[in-house]
T-cell receptor, first 116, second 112 residues
Framework: GAVVSQHPSWVICKSGTSVKIECRSLDFQATTMFWYRQFPKQSLMLMATSNEGSKATYEQGVEKDKFLINHASLTLSTLTVTSAHPEDSSFYIC????????????FGPGTRLTVT | SQQGEEDPQALSIQEGENATMNCSYKTSINNLQWYRQNSGRGLVHLILIRSNEREKHSGRLRVTLDTSKKSSSLLITASRAADTASYFCATDGSGANSKLTFGKGITLSVRP
């Protein structure tokens, strides 16, 4: 099956710093990638949708200047959390959808971000 | 915003029993998907059922979809301790810009 990786799997950073999370589709080309955030014991909340080569579409309430998304190639999307605060501590999960009209999304293993 | 609503929110059963989880949604969909998530891990895709399908099987999993009631159920037969996880339904709308909207999830505990 299709594999999506995320790096790093966990990261601890100090308040005020920026953190970049990578999402890669390993064996397929992903025209669309999605970024989700999940707080403990809660569901996944979609943050933004990114299409290769174009600007990301952010969900209502998500600050695009704080969560920078770059989908520079068909196999890589990055999420940068800028000026991180403790309330940004969460589990960030990406997913990727391939070409060809398939509706199936393949999820990465997630990145645990802790801001101290 | 979330669309799917699963019930129950938590389910505890004995190994070998069947587990039934329900999901209701509000708007029209192209398909509905069920995922499993072990604690602190990513999501595992279990099964996808299209809006024109009523039932689908995959191993010990059986999913039904009733579009008139906007509801779906996931049945896990002969449960195992390894089935202990959170289960989410997710609805996918129509069109090229479709995106998954997840329910709140059900925590399933299977006692050995």
């Amino acid at each position: 099956g299709a594999v999506v990786s995320q790096h790093p799997s966990w990261v601890i950073c100090k308040s005020g710093t920026s953190v970049k999370i990578e999402c890669r589709s390993l064996d397929f080309q992903a025209t669309t990638m999605f970024w989700y955030r999940q707080f403990p014991k809660q569901s996944l909340m979609l943050m933004a949708t990114s299409n290769e080569g174009s600007k990301a579409t952010y969900e209502q309430g998500v600050e695009k200047d704080k969560f920078l998304i770059n989908h520079a190639s068909l196999t890589l999307s990055t999420l940068t959390v800028t000026s991180a605060h403790p309330e940004d501590s969460s589990f960030y999960i990406c997913s990727a959808r391939g070409q060809g009209g398939s509706y199936e999304q393949y999820f990465g293993p997630g990145t645990r971000l802790t801001v101290t | 915003s979330q669309q799917g609503e699963e019930d129950p929110q938590a389910l505890s059963i004995q190994e070998g029993e069947n587990a039934t989880m329900n999901c209701s949604y509000k708007t029209s969909i192209n398909n509905l998907q069920w995922y499993r998530q072990n604690s602190g891990r990513g999501l595992v895709h279990l099964i996808l059922i299209r809006s024109n399908e009523r039932e689908k099987h995959s191993g010990r999993l059986r999913v039904t979809l009733d579009t008139s009631k906007k509801s779906s159920s996931l049945l896990i037969t002969a449960s195992r301790a390894a089935d202990t996880a959170s289960y989410f339904c997710a609805t996918d709308g129509s069109g090229a810009n479709s995106k998954l909207t997840f329910g709140k999830g059900i925590t399933l505990s299977v006692r050995p």
